[in-house]
């Protein structure tokens, strides 16, 4: 192990050192300060003689005086099943009063990229218990499906929400949470955990802590942190993960951090130009292998600044995962939880896991409809709007209808109501029964009559 | 070019060592590397480029991560520029951007990709059966076939004499089972041909002449094929923003167009489509052929995951395979998604050059990158004689979905044809979503005879009647919103029922079903003629007073909303037709 104290300055969370000799690429770097504390960093450039480390938990205090250790090998944590049940920091320290992992393996925090060819389709439903996700945004084993929210919103309370549902149909096989807090206030990590431990999913997940006092830098580590734990507890216990991170924007701030301190030419707004391709180096790690029986499944959360769309975080997002569920703040405005947005939300997996076999022969049909019909149905508020409600037509006014009570009873759920994907599907065709028959194009008379008839009580025809 | 390249008086071996490391971007000094060269970059030899030489510093990008490679580590010189194998064996293929079969890999490292690997791109020791065209004493030209093999059912593989090598053959061997290290040709001046050849990829390789493009590449997608068809060597950009259906069009199109070969460049995006195409393909039929879909195609994946210099050779990689079967005399598609992943890797590596940005940090030569890569489009008569094309289709994913970012605004000065997805579009579930109003094909002039010579004598017209009648739609929208349809003149609110005809019956595609997925050019063409033919039948009955409720609850447009779907289609409109004219003199019969 080499170790210099040749450092002639400190920037942000940067240090730079000289007279340095053949230092490796990335390798991992404790820094042992004055007054005893260690630090820990990585190595970001390195030439013959002058080295950039970037320190995970801040530069502060550090000075000349510091003693820096290479360690000649990238940064590995230890990982054993010893794990599960467990809090950790965001460097991957216990928490809980707990005693030290006894490693069962050292793995590079980076992970390796999944040879494409090795990849299984991910085609197994994940029930969530949310009528909104499973019946119009299903989730799927091994997909990256995030949440956009907006500060404020109860996405947390959602994300927890899922995390306490969460099960596969017909299933019995080894299923556990991992929770990634980045940058999250105390009290959001207390009532997460608080959650946890009343509901006894921290019994089989586990938590990795960096709160918003913690040092910023860390939460470029804690997600790579966790994933590895994922993939290490997927691919070789043969367990489904599902990994919540939140939140990604806070991700993303420290991201843009380094690249400041490192006067990099940044990109949109400020960013760095290469945030796509550290995004997907963390969303891409989720998925299934051919010939294992374990998956990766993430649900990022992240808020969007100014609830943009368009800003760089959710963008960038948006190009790399499969899909988005969209918190909105009207919905949340008008009392309804959980306030998904179904229209601008999208699974990109959704067709592969749903059907018959799967969850119901009608699940698309349903969902296709009342996709159609509350489409309308908000078109159709808007238009109100202008010319009022009075000119429109019968048929019309039940789309009006429709749309609030798709809100109210399909979308709206209370936050410990777990329902089967079949009472779901149920519901949206009692809300269905309400339009004019002879308007519902996306289903077919068959599931009419199997699905829909029953909460029938009279004809129902347009004018 | 070529023999510059190979035979040139460069060292061989030549050594230096690694001065610094950031990111992809190694520089080494005591070097004497060409620029572009390949280098083996550390103890596992990890494969370079050498993208810069700045006095006694040689800066190059390297394919594979970097981590724990130290200065003071060796650095050697190939004596090669990054090459592509050519020859049997990559149809059917997937590889990384470097031509790197991806099973093989797998095989060498398991499921993740590990570092330091080396595997050739087409198998060396694989028999292939050598079927002779020439003979002993025979002339052999620049890049004429000296006999082919069957690479698979459908596909004859000619063997061709490099672009650089000609002579008369001295020897030739018969009909037999070789592999492609076996020489199979000699010529009277020393050069040899084997069943395979290396071809650097960043030089185009060389044809005798580029035509005028004028025959469709006929994609089965109505609004692709009649409002906005691309040419045979032409060029398509389809930008849009995330979830807009860039990947799902793409491989709509690798899957349904009428070329003999596909090559699919997943730049720098998911796994998972990757392995969608590699898990659906085999099973689909190439409607060409008949054949297995797979048998047609060659995948190249290089995911947002995997190294982002590989990312900036793919699109290299895959159009240097899409010349070579063109230099066959084939038909190609390439379809790129997406080349703003591509973009980014030139960003990316260019900010670790400390180079001048340009626009949004993307650097000078973007614009110039994006140019001689669709440059590399074209249909070509070959240096072997034969006619064969490329056609470029590139996805452009612009950040927050803003058309008037650096990629794709660089990329429509370029290409001439343009898709313009829109997110209003893919959000209200129509697909393809996209834009009628925004997108354009300038090739439209040139293959407006060939559509009327093959498919109807009326096709222009009838297309631009469609068009008008958007056009006016989109007019008439604006007044809508402030007074309501009610409001307008009966021909104005007809013209709005037919536009949605026109939207939802013959725009809109259903891309999973059986049927409706591909219409062949005559449907296409039926199908937008019985609409205009409905209008026009209206508007005349509007005209002579007939109100226009009536009109709209005739059975004939019922059934024209349905016909798309239906196997027997062609007879099912002929009918419909019938019933379209007895329908409207009977209204007109009534006044
Ligand atoms: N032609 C189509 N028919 C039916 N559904 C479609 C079609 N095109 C797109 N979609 C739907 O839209 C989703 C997103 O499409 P796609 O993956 O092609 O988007 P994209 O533009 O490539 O996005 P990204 O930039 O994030 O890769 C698909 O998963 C599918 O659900
Ligand atoms: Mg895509």
Redo the contacts with the bound molecule.
Sequence with gaps: MKEYKTITSVTGPLIFLENTENIGYGEYVKINLSDGSVKRGQVLDTSGSRVVVQVFEGTRNIDKNAYVKFSGDVLKIPVAYDMLGRVFSGSGDPLDGGPKVIPEARLDINGLPINPYKRAPPHEFIQTGVSAIDGMNSLIRGQKLPIFSGSGLPHNQLALQIARQATVLDCTESFAVIFVAMGITEEEAKYFISDFEKTGALERGIVFLNLASDPSIERLIVPRIALTTAEFFAFNYDMHMLVIMTDMTNYCEALREIGSAREEVPGRRGYPGYMYTDLASIYERAGRIEGKNGSVTQVPILTMPGDDITHPIPDLS???TE?QIIVSRDLERKGVYPPIDVLPS?S?L??KGIGKDRTREDHKSVSDQLYAAYAEGKDLRGIVSIVGKESLSKSDKLFLDFADNFERNFVAQKSNENRGIQTTLDIGWEILSKLPEDKLLRVSDELIEKYMRRFMNAPNKTD | MLLELTCGVINLENKGTIYRISGPVVTATNIDAKMNELVRVGKEGLFGEVIEIDYDKTIIQVYEDTSLLKPGDEVTTTGMPLSVDLGPGLLGSIYDGVQRPLPKLSVLMGEFIKRGAEAPGIDREKKWKFFPLKKKGDIVNYGEAIGYVDENEHTKHFIMSPPNITGTIIEILEEGDYTVEEVLCKLDNGAVIKMYQRWPVKVPRPFKDKMMPNVPLVTGKRIIDVLFPLAKGGTAAIP?????????????LAKWSDTKVVVYIGCG??GN?MIDVLTEFPKLVDPVTGGPLMNRTVLIANTSNMPVAAREASIYTGITIAEYYRDMGYDVALMA??TSRWAEAMREISSRLEEMPGEEGYPAYLSSRLSSFYERAGIVVTLGGKIGSVTVIG?V?PPGGDFSEPVVQNTLRITKTFWA?DSNL?QK?H???INWLESYSLYYDSLKEWFESKISVDWDRTRAEAMEILQKEAELQEIVQLVGADALPPDQQFLLEISRMIREIFLQ????HEVDEFHSLKRQFSLLNAIIRFSRLGNNAIENGVEIDKIIKLESKAEISKVRYRKDFESKIGSINETMSKEFKALLGEE
């Design positions: 948006g190009y790399i899909g999208l990109r959704m067709s | 849009g923003p995330f979830g807009s259906g860039k990947t799902v069009t793409q491989q709509q995006e998911r489509e998604d997406s996805a994913s997805l893919s579930r697909f393809p979503s595609q259903d891309s999973y």
